[in-house]
């Protein structure tokens, strides 16, 4: 076998592209230092604002006085307008009352670093006077100021990085029109097609000069990995330093340039760079009805748990059809920026450690914090009744002071566990952060995610289950693969004494939606709902009711999970029975 040199393979390590990418496609080598360096103001960034506006947002979500349920920006859609009947509705756009510096300060306030608005939605219309259409802000309309421009001025100005939402679909383009009502997204010359989206984007890119490109409606079956790929290098040889979303590609196989969970937060750090995109209510387009808005309390411990994991938070306002903000929004941000500017270090410094999440919120390591000597952030979300707050883990007499808000608290070392005294301090507003400072030896690693076992639980592994279902098998000692509501892990245990068991699962779960699990033991049932949490390489306790067993002797216990989506990861390492006092 030929051997290579130290020159060429260290060219080929030099040059291997970040993994994740789909199987066929191909995207422009770039090696790992570059791409690091290229992404590290945006994962510097922790927080951004996302801006849905469009032609949907005159109509607010209701359609000839009706409200149409569902997202406002997809009103074309669920409320079966036809093409005739939302066309001519662009000419109502007019933006008189948009205030770009408003906008772009209120993101400052807030601590927001980056902004990303919807250029062209799934309804086609263009927030630029686009040469190759004319449903456009140009001559779909009266108004003629370049609101992109004046919102990237804007955006220089106060130092805020400009990003834009570009969708693949387009419900208005001849190749895609005609049938959108029947709720399908046709294809009828997608070279065409392809050929109009690099135009446009091309277009964006000088004019505006985005910083992120960030795609959407990627789920379109005649898009593919292949044409996401061929998309990335077109942009990224027209603009290098461009940051790319996922969804350029297909958004479950393609993790470049990040990744981009929509409403849920994963439940620990990643193994690739991603931006989590929630609402301050519900829809993204601005719609009437939607007074749905996120506390500020829930929005700051929002942004907390997503920092926290290495993600950063996309946060979105819909403007309404005169292009002013709902109140509500300047408020929620407003709040949020207040809140940073108490603790700025404790969000833009935050950094995961792979330790426990405390059940009374959420921690994390200074960047540059090492075992030697470092500090961890603690962001009380549930003040402790006792006043006594525990962390795990910090190696005892290591820890050399907490702080709160500049004064020292007492701290008391307990095994592995630091109990700091709570009872001279008033919780802040929404979050408190607490700092502890440590040296030689900060241990978080040994904190295991698993329960403190007493001796006397009964515990069922996977890797001893008898598994049955097409795709399930064993990662670890992990049962992985579940694709059918019928696969199951089947176990037979020993009952040593009638009681009743608090019933765990240590399990780790990704999607969108919460799924359903069913026990059967010794002819009971226990039915939960698991909610998204952890994932298959940081598993989760989580507790899923109570059940009473009194035969005492052999037992058959089996375990299902509801059918998890093609696209969820699902991981079952072990079933705990714990007992509780009568
Ligand atoms: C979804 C919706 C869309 C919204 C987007 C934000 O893909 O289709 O309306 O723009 O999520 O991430």
Not at 172 to 199: F, I
Not at 447 to 469: C, F, R, T
Request: proline share 5%.
């Amino acid at each position: 076998m030929k051997q290579l040199s130290n020159v060429a393979l260290s060219l080929l390590v030099g040059l291997v592209t970040v993994p994740m990418i789909g199987k066929s496609a191909e995207v422009l080598p770039e090696s790992d230092a570059a791409y690091h360096q290229r992404m590290a103001w945006f994962t510097d960034a922790k927080f951004g604002l996302f801006i849905h506006y469009g032609v949907y947002s005159t109509l607010g979500g209701e359609w000839k006085g009706e409200p149409v349920p569902r997202y406002a920006e997809w009103i074309q859609r669920w409320g079966k307008i036809t093409p005739e009947e939302y066309i001519p509705l662009a000419a109502d756009f007019s933006p008189d009352a948009l205030d770009a510096d408003q906008w772009v300060k209120a993101a400052k306030d807030a601590g927001m670093k980056y902004m990303v608005i919807t250029t062209k939605h799934h309804e086609g219309f263009c927030l630029w006077d686009s040469a190759l259409t004319e449903y456009d802000l140009g001559e779909a309309t009266t108004f003629d100021r370049d609101i992109l421009g004046e919102l990237k001025a804007a955006c220089d100005k106060y130092g805020i990085a400009f990003g834009t939402y570009y969708s693949i679909i387009d419900w208005h383009h001849p190749s895609q029109r005609a049938e959108q009502a029947l709720n399908r997204t046709p294809m009828r010359d997608k070279a065409g097609y392809v050929k109009y989206m690099k135009g446009q984007l091309k277009e964006l890119i000088d004019r505006y000069d985005p910083a992120i490109m960030w795609f959407d409606g990627d789920w379109t079956d005649w898009w593919t990995m292949d044409d996401g790929a061929d998309l990335y290098n077109y942009l990224r040889a027209l603009s290098p330093d461009m940051i790319i979303n996922n969804r350029v590609a297909k958004r479950k196989e393609f993790k470049k340039d990040f990744g981009t969970p929509e409403n849920f937060t994963p439940g620990a750090a990643l193994d690739h760079n991603w931006e989590a995109c929630w609402t301050v209510n519900h829809s993204w387009g601005f719609k009437k009805s939607d007074t749905n808005w996120k506390s500020n309390e829930v929005l700051v411990q929002k942004l907390i748990d997503i920092v926290v994991k290495g993600g950063n938070l996309l946060l979105n306002v819909g403007p309404k059809a005169d292009g002013s903000w709902p109140d509500a929004a300047f408020g929620q941000l407003g709040a949020m920026g207040g809140w940073i500017a108490q603790c700025p270090d404790a969000i833009y410094e935050a950094e995961f450690v792979a330790a426990a999440e405390p059940a009374w919120g959420r921690i994390a390591q200074r960047r540059g914090s090492d075992e030697q000597n470092g500090e961890l952030f603690a962001y009380v979300f549930q003040w402790p009744e006792n006043g006594k707050l525990k962390v795990r883990g910090v190696t005892a007499g290591r820890i050399q002071a907490c702080t709160y808000d500049g004064k020292a608290l007492p701290t008391k070392t307990e095994g592995t566990d630091t109990l700091i005294d709570l009872s001279g301090v008033k919780p802040a507003d929404y979050a408190t952060v607490l700092r502890l400072q440590y040296a030689d030896g900060l241990n978080l690693s040994n904190v295991s995610y698993d329960l403190e076992l007493q001796g006397n639980e009964l515990i069922l592994k996977a890797d001893e289950a008898a598994l049955s279902g097409s795709g399930l098998k064993l990662d670890g000692q992990a049962a992985v693969g579940w694709k059918q509501a019928s696969d199951q892990a089947k176990w037979t245990m020993n009952i040593p004494a009638p009681g009743k068991f608090s019933v765990k699962l240590l399990y780790g779960y990704e999607f969108r939606k919460p799924i359903s699990v069913t026990l059967r033991v010794g002819g009971q049932e226990l039915k939960a709902e698991l909610p998204a949490k952890g994932s298959p390489e940081n598993l989760k306790i989580m507790d899923i009711g109570e059940i009473e067993l009194n035969d005492v002797g052999d037992a058959v216990c089996t375990l299902q999970f509801g059918r998890p989506a093609a696209e969820a990861r699902l991981s079952l390492k072990t079933v705990y029975f714990v007992p509780v006092a009568d």
